[in-house]
């Protein structure tokens, strides 16, 4: 566990210096691959997802169940309004919520399941505007916010999984999505 805080806070500083939109997956050509691969190409998206569900995974019970959810749909959510919004906002959602959930995780907080929930939508919000801001257009745009909204789940998955792994490796009780 003593490494834990070293590897959250080299995602935070990966994150920090403005990736948030600069990294490929938007644009011409885009759609259901695009949408994939992008929450996997930039250390913003990668991190956050991972962080999301390593920290939901480790509130545990209904926390494990309903916050990868409400990050899904709040991204959902931000990807069609993201017209309403300026990108610095969106950049700025994105870094703190990296940071917000590296620390989350790290500190293994556990709030009221609707705080959680108004935290994990902020952040849902960010990556979401952002996506809609680059998306492609016209039909490709419903297969890229398809692919990002898969891989993000995915990812929550694994951040889940991770946590459960390093926990059993250190003796500890194991992350179960029924706890």
Known sequence: MKR???????????????????????GAGGGLVA???????????????????AWA?????????VLPVVLLAAM???????GLVPAALAEALI????????LAAVLRLRPPLWL??????????????????????????????AGFLATAAALQLAGMVALAVVRRAQGRRQWHPAA
């Open 4 to 26: 834990l805080p070293v590897v959250a806070t080299t995602l935070v500083l990966l994150a920090l210096p403005g990736t948030a939109l600069a990294h490929p997956g938007h």
């Open 35 to 53: 949408g994939l691969l992008h929450p996997l190409t930039g250390a913003d998206h990668l991190a956050a997802m991972l962080l999301a569900g």
């Open 57 to 65: 995974g480790g509130i545990g019970g209904r926390a494990a169940r």
């Open 76 to 82: 959902l959510g931000g990807f069609a309004t993201a």
């Open 95 to 102: 870094a703190a919520s990296v940071v917000g959930l590296a």
């Open 116 to 145: 959680a929930a108004a935290a994990v939508t902020l952040a849902g919000l960010g990556h979401g505007f952002a996506h809609g801001l680059e998306a492609p257009g016209g039909a490709a745009r419903l297969g890229f916010v």
